[in-house]
């Protein structure tokens, strides 16, 4: 089946400093890629729509200068979180639809997530 | 506003048992839904959908109910097995809408006692 990894698996930081991670369709094209941040004990919460070629869509409350998402081809996006701080400290996920071929997206392929601590 | 909703934080199934997890949306846009399972520190994995043109959805241990009129669905394992312990997610998305976002509900941990 469709596989999405994410690089890397767990990162620390120190504040004030920026950390990139990578989101990439192992074997398929994604033209549109979904960024997701859970907290302890709560849900997913989605945070932008990666848009090959195109600007992110942001969702409300997530803050774009803070968060870019850049998805430089069909296969790889990436976010960067920028001047972090420990309350930046979380589980980011993403994911990718898989197509059927009538178009309809039947499901999300999930990253194995990336662990974030900012000390 | 949560358009998903998983009113019940935890439960817990006797192995063997049936596990019935539930979930409740408020859009009426949504038109797909997907049940995940989430073990701790991983992504979550895809377990079984449901168009809204269907009313039962089955896949070996796992089925899956939708009550259109109600508003609601429900995941059923059975027989349940201490592997299933795991957080469910609920999650629906609007494809009328062209919207390939998926909205979650917060999730059910599911604990199977021995």
């Known amino acids: 089946g469709a596989v999405v990894s994410q690089h890397p698996s767990r990162v620390i930081c120190k504040s004030g400093t920026s950390v990139k991670i990578e989101c990439r369709s192992l074997?398929?094209?994604?033209?549109?890629m979904f960024w997701y941040r859970q907290f302890p004990k709560q849900s997913l919460m989605l945070m932008a729509t990666?848009?090959?070629?195109?600007?992110?869509?942001?969702e409300q409350g997530v803050e774009k200068d803070k968060f870019l998402i850049n998805h430089a081809s069909l296969t790889l996006s990436t976010l960067t979180v920028t001047s972090a701080h420990p309350e930046d400290s979380s589980f980011y996920i993403c994911?990718?639809?898989?197509?059927?071929?009538?178009?309809?997206?039947?499901?999300?392929?999930f990253g194995p997530g990336t662990r974030l601590t900012v000390t | 506003d949560q358009q998903v909703k998983q009113n019940s934080p935890s439960l817990s199934v006797q192995e063997g048992r049936i596990s019935i997890l539930n979930c409740d949306y408020t859009?009426?846009?949504?038109?797909?839904f997907l049940w995940y399972k989430k073990y701790p520190a991983e992504g979550p994995t895809f377990l079984i959908s449901?168009?809204?043109?269907?009313d039962k959805n089955e896949d070996g241990r796992f089925t899956v109910f939708l009550n259109k009129s109600a508003k609601h669905l429900s995941l059923h394992i059975v027989p349940s097995q201490p592997g299933d312990s795991a957080v469910y997610f609920c999650?629906?998305?609007?494809?009328?809408?062209?919207?390939?976002?998926?909205?979650f509900g917060k999730g059910t941990r599911l604990h199977i006692l021995p």
């Open positions: 999650a629906a998305s609007a494809w009328m809408n062209r919207d390939d976002k998926i909205i």
């Open positions: 859009n009426s846009m949504f038109d797909y």
């Open positions: 449901i168009s809204s043109i269907k």
């Open positions: 074997d398929f094209q994604a033209t549109t």
């Open positions: 994911s990718a639809p898989g197509y059927l071929t009538s178009g309809r997206s039947y499901e999300q392929y």
């Open positions: 990666s848009n090959e070629g195109s600007k992110a869509t942001y």
